[in-house]
């Protein structure tokens, strides 16, 4: 960069002796500006290219031929470009040089001879100032081609993201309502029902999947991804996501060995962050491998780290793409019949949750075809000091409890109605705040079932309106609802929640909280 700068601010010199040359060049020197003679036209042209800041010409040493180079090389300046030229002319003379110099070129300045130092170097600056503005118009106007080109490319993705969404979305929703049809026409089978509800809830699982890729990003990019940090037992913890993970390959016919070559490993890391991070690499290799693919699962563990490796035999990653592989909304070209799925972020997710734990992942491919290998390692820590626990024993289910269900959408509050009630417990509705804070006073309830977001007074509200019940005092408030940021917990604890849950919620979560 410090050969760039004192080029562009530097003067070149043709005059028709070398003489002449090292007295200008001499002048321009004691006068604080840098000079270089030239023994050629072409020797001009070639400072030109390798971007000089200005050149002074005696009109002597610009002959016709001359002149007729430099009108070729300036007619190809880019826009941004007007090359300043500094004349030297005879006094009084009107030559036919100095007439077709200043008809051809649009920055020339001509300065009479015998000229004076002073003048002389004013201009010499003054074109190099000039110089030095259009070489920065060039800098922006390049910065903003470069922006203008990654906003394009940045849209362009976005673009087919939505359109991936859509069609992700989509998908489960067909399912979704024609097992819906069939509970309204077939109500009567136990399998048609069995069925359908197996349907439903395989759906609402790989929607609450995406709906929880889509947070996660968000939560990436404005950095509130919040690690409740603990020692973990990585070997453990990998053998409970392989073992998870094996109804996704039996779907597909897939053959999935898990080489755990490791009795203990311990890491700093949050578990339920760590298992999404094992549980997306897996299912990743599952969506790119083909049906009878192979997929291979192993940890390997050294001195310093633990190595977490899945190995598949897919479609592999081109090489213009592997580059790129972590970055948001990217994906390989599919064919339009999209079976893989997805979204092109859990990729990402996986990197900045390794990161966040202090490890890195890296991915491996010989191209298209030829499967390809993600690796995650993360430094690992001695084994923490384990006092002996005494066991305490599960929490059996006790009487049926009155349980109040508040929620604004009907569907949502009638159908979680219907299942309390079929697991035997007495449960009252109602759809906004006001209404609810009356009837938990009418109806005494055990347990309030309580959305946030309700018309008259949000559920933060309403449960504050219930704690300063004395008659309420011992009610449990569980809050279910789609809020499920860190602050979101905070402000559910605050307002006195005994527990908060995010939909959509497994009604089998619920009923076990309802134990505690």
């Given at each position: 960069m410090a050969v760039q700068q004192s080029l562009d601010r530097q003067v070149l010199i043709l005059a028709p002796t070398g003489k002449d040359g090292t007295l200008i060049e001499g002048a321009l020197k004691a006068a604080g500006v840098s000079g270089r003679r030239c023994a050629s036209i072409d020797e001009v042209l070639d400072g030109i290219e390798d971007e000089a800041g200005a050149a002074v010409i005696a009109e002597e040493a610009l002959n016709a031929s001359g002149l007729a180079k430099v009108m070729a090389s300036l007619s190809v300046q880019p826009p941004w470009s007007d090359f300043p030229i500094l004349l030297l002319a005879r006094s009084g003379a009107a030559s036919d040089t100095v007439a077709r110099t200043l008809q051809a070129l649009a920055n020339v300045q001509v300065i009479e001879r015998p000229t004076q130092v002073g003048e002389l170097a004013s201009a010499a600056r003054i074109a190099l100032r000039g110089r030095q503005r259009q070489y920065q118009i060039r800098d922006s106007l390049e910065a903003l081609a470069e922006r203008e080109t990654q906003l394009r490319e940045s849209d362009r993705r976005k673009d087919e993201f939505l359109a991936m969404l859509a069609h992700e979305l989509r998908n489960p929703l067909q399912p979704i309502g024609t097992a819906a049809d069939v509970l309204r026409t077939h109500g009567e089978s136990r399998d048609a029902v069995g069925y359908a509800a197996d349907v439903i809830d395989r759906q609402v699982r790989h929607l609450s999947r995406l709906l929880e890729d889509l947070l996660d990003v968000s939560r990436i990019t404005t950095g509130k991804i919040v690690l409740r940090r603990e020692p973990v037992e990585i070997c453990a913890l990998a053998r409970r996501v392989a073992d998870g993970a094996r109804a996704w390959f039996e779907t597909r016919a897939h053959k999935l060995e898990v080489d755990i070559d490791c009795e203990e490993a311990w890491v700093d890391g949050d578990p339920a962050r760590l298992y999404q991070i094992l549980s997306n690499l897996l299912h990743n290799a599952a969506k790119y491998t083909p049906e009878k693919g192979e997929i291979r699962f192993k940890i390997r563990v050294d001195a310093m780290s633990a190595h977490v490796t899945v190995e598949d035999n897919g479609v592999g990653i081109d090489a213009e793409v592997l580059p790129h592989i972590f970055e948001l909304f990217t994906q390989a070209d599919r064919s339009l019949d999209r079976s893989a799925g997805g979204l092109g972020i859990g990729l990402r997710i996986v990197q900045k949750l390794a990161e966040l734990h202090g490890g890195q992942v890296a991915a491996e491919s010989d191209?298209?075809?030829?499967?390809?290998?993600?690796?995650?390692?993360?430094?690992?820590?001695?084994?923490?000091?384990?006092a002996a626990s005494p066991s305490v024993a599960a929490p059996e289910?006790?009487?049926?409890?009155?349980?109040?269900?508040?929620?604004?959408?009907?569907?949502?509050?009638m159908t979680l109605a219907m299942v309390l009630e079929l697991n035997g417990h007495k449960v009252d509705t109602a759809h906004d705040g006001l209404e609810a804070i009356q009837r938990a006073r009418e109806f005494g309830p055990d347990v309030v079932v309580l959305d946030i977001g309700l018309p008259g007074a949000s559920g933060y509200d309403v449960a504050r309106a219930i704690r300063a019940e004395p008659a309420l005092a011992g009610v449990?408030?569980?809050?279910?609802?789609?809020?499920?940021?860190?602050?979101?917990?905070?402000?559910?604890?605050?307002?006195?929640?005994?527990?908060?849950?995010?939909?959509?919620?497994?009604?089998?979560?619920?009923?076990?909280?309802l134990v505690g």
């Open positions: 191209g298209l075809g030829k499967g390809s290998t993600f690796t995650m390692s993360l430094p690992t820590i001695p084994a923490p000091h384990r289910a006790g009487a049926p409890l009155r349980i109040l269900v508040v929620d604004d959408n009907l569907d949502a509050a449990r408030l569980v809050a279910v609802t789609g809020y499920g940021r860190e602050e979101d917990r905070r402000r559910c604890e605050d307002a006195g929640f005994d527990l908060h849950l995010v939909k959509p919620l497994e009604p089998s979560v619920l009923l076990e909280s």
